[in-house]
């Protein structure tokens, strides 16, 4: 007879955000297995079947807040123009670091193991950018590259005023001041 072990009383992806949020909220280093299991509602052994180890962990959570957060640029860069998708990521990144129910700030932003995760985002940015003023609705003179660096620096800084208090108004006026920035297109020669 095969032994069967003991089922898990926890749900896997339940388990999962909430470990995310543990790790944004007090960084990985500071968060400890016990605090992991503790707000879990499961032991240690049981964290080590479902995760593994502690770093295991921490990229599981990572990569399903990574999916997350890409799927939200995404869908803000799809915007008609580039300047409206930028408008668009920079509202919803404000608004959801001060979300209710969820630690304040962004986890991806300001972790520094997500440097990968980063990258990604910005990479995205600057190719939003760059198909704007292909489209035309950016001038020539916009360096997509540059300009993404300078949107990524905006939203760590975004949220870290997240962190220290600020609030939605706060943060979308930091997000209008960006926007001020970015130069609008040409008029079209008549």
Do not use: H
């Not at 993404?148 to 939605?168: E, F, W």
Request: hydrophobic residues 40%; glycine residues 8%.
């Amino acid at each position: 007879m095969v032994a069967m072990g003991r089922p898990r009383t926890f749900d896997k992806e339940q388990a999962l955000l909430i470990a995310m949020e543990r790790f944004w909220s007090d960084g990985y280093e500071s968060t400890t297995v016990a605090a992991l299991t503790e707000a879990m509602g499961i032991s240690a052994p049981s964290l080590y079947a479902a995760f593994g180890d502690k770093d295991r962990l921490f990229e599981d959570a990572a990569s399903c807040y990574g999916e997350r957060i890409t799927e939200q640029v995404d869908r803000a860069l799809e915007r008609p123009t580039a300047r409206e998708g930028v408008t668009e990521l920079l509202r919803v990144t404000a608004e959801g670091m001060v979300a209710p129910g969820s630690p304040r700030g962004c986890f991806m932003l300001s972790e520094r193991r997500l440097g990968r995760q980063r990258e990604e985002i910005r990479q995205r940015i600057a190719q939003r950018l760059a198909r704007g003023r292909a489209d035309g609705d950016l001038p020539e003179d916009v360096d997509p590259q540059r300009f993404a660096d300078y949107l990524m620096a905006v939203m760590a800084g975004m949220s870290s005023r997240a962190k220290d208090g600020g609030s939605a108004r706060d943060l979308l006026g930091i997000a209008e001041s960006a926007m001020a920035a970015l130069p609008a297109s040409a008029p079209a020669s008549t």
